[in-house]
């Protein structure tokens, strides 16, 4: 996508147009910070569509317009999945950001806060992940409680919400035993169970992956493989 993009950018006539439908990662990822710097140098956005899916991809795709102009403050055409509708967007928000994401928030007086903070999330909090078993599922979970060294499990992201999460009997048990994952280790298993004593604590839980943000808060012992803070 970035030699593609350079490359288009370069034989383009002075008030050529380009239109690229590519992975949305180039719009917001941190690794395409410099093409996105170099977009905006050379050419002017004439519109942005997101939140496609026109290919039934796994991942989303935008599409962008690029005019080979030299103007610095201008207006962009902006249609969020609806192609036929748009609003104007100032090319000032793409600037004002430390990483020049192609995105428009709602919530961008909050964001813009959260990017002039010193601090890192990593100041704050503890991140942990959760257990890995690796497939070594019959030594370590049961659906009964076999005895009082057997937690709850929750499973993985189909249990969690926005901000909660939900445990039932079908989900059920798991035993922390590191004497047995030690011996299961020795033997090639691929097993991280962590210290248990931080599922005894006060905390949020996160999945690994997900559309959006998505974290539950926990106070009870409960076991599970979701990224833990």
Not at 60 to 73: A, E, S, T
Not at 152 to 176: A, C, F, H, P, Q
């Amino acid at each position: 996508m970035n030699l593609m993009t350079e490359k288009g950018l370069y034989l383009l006539k002075t008030n050529g147009h380009l239109s690229f439908i590519t992975n949305k990662t180039i719009a917001v990822l941190p690794s395409y910070n410099e093409v996105r710097k170099y977009i905006l140098s050379k050419s002017k956005i004439s519109y942005l569509v997101s939140d496609l899916d026109p290919f039934e991809a796994i991942v989303d795709c935008v599409v962008f317009g690029l005019n080979k102009v030299n103007v610095l403050n201008y207006d962009i055409k902006w249609s969020k999945g609806d192609i036929q509708n748009h609003v104007l967007k100032n090319s000032s928000s793409f600037l004002s950001n430390s990483k020049y994401e192609f995105h428009f928030s709602s919530h961008q007086n909050i964001i813009s806060k959260i990017e002039k903070a010193k601090n890192k999330l990593e100041d704050l909090v503890i991140i942990n992940r959760g257990v890995n078993i690796g497939g070594c599922f019959d030594d370590f979970l049961s659906y009964k409680m076999k005895s009082s060294s057997y937690w709850k499990y929750l499973s993985g992201t189909k249990n969690i919400n926005r901000y909660s999460y939900v445990w039932d009997e079908s989900d059920g048990y798991m035993k922390l035993d590191l004497k047995l994952e030690k011996e299961l280790k020795e033997k090639g298993a691929t097993i991280a169970l962590g210290n248990p004593e931080r599922y005894k604590t006060e905390r949020l839980f996160i999945p690994e992956s997900g559309q959006f943000l998505m974290a539950a808060y926990c106070a009870e012992i409960i076991i599970h493989l979701m990224v833990l803070w």
